[in-house]
Nanobody, 122 residues
Framework: QVQLVESGGGTVQPGGSLRLACVGS????????MGWFRQVPGKEREGVHC???GISSTVKGRFAISRDKTKNTLFLEINALKPEDTARYYC????????????????????WGQGTQVTVSS
């Protein structure tokens, strides 16, 4: 069992950047594939990006994930924020093995944080 706690959300102007953090209750770098999802009320949950166990950082377009292994912390940096990035962002973890790479679907994750709200508005 692992608990995940997100922080760093807030209101940001379009074009700005934001870094979200996710602190795990245990070592989340060696044992878990990690990821970020987001959801807007009334809409389906959407995968943002994920990182496979053992990988220290990865970039997908405007989204960058990195780890601080010493602090059991996962980060999501979002650059060039757009109003459509407004959502609640969730940190997720999947046990590895048996999963060999970070899942792309939300059903592949075993643990979820409570989320942190990001609002992009001028």
């Amino acid at each position: 069992q692992v608990q995940l706690v997100e922080s760093g959300g807030g209101t940001v102007q379009p074009g700005g950047s934001l870094r979200l953090a996710c602190v795990g209750s245990t070592d989340i770098s060696a044992t878990y594939h990690m990821g970020w999802f987001r959801q807007v009320p009334g809409k389906e949950r959407e995968g943002v990006h994920c990182i496979t166990r053992g990988i220290s950082s990865t970039v997908k377009g405007r989204f960058a994930i990195s780890r601080d292994k010493t602090k059991n912390t996962l980060f999501l940096e979002i650059n060039a924020l757009k109003p459509e990035d407004t959502a609640r962002y969730y940190c997720v973890a999947a046990r590895a093995p048996p999963v060999t790479a970070c899942p792309s679907k939300d059903s592949g994750y075993d643990y979820w944080g409570q989320g942190t709200q990001v609002t992009v508005s001028s």
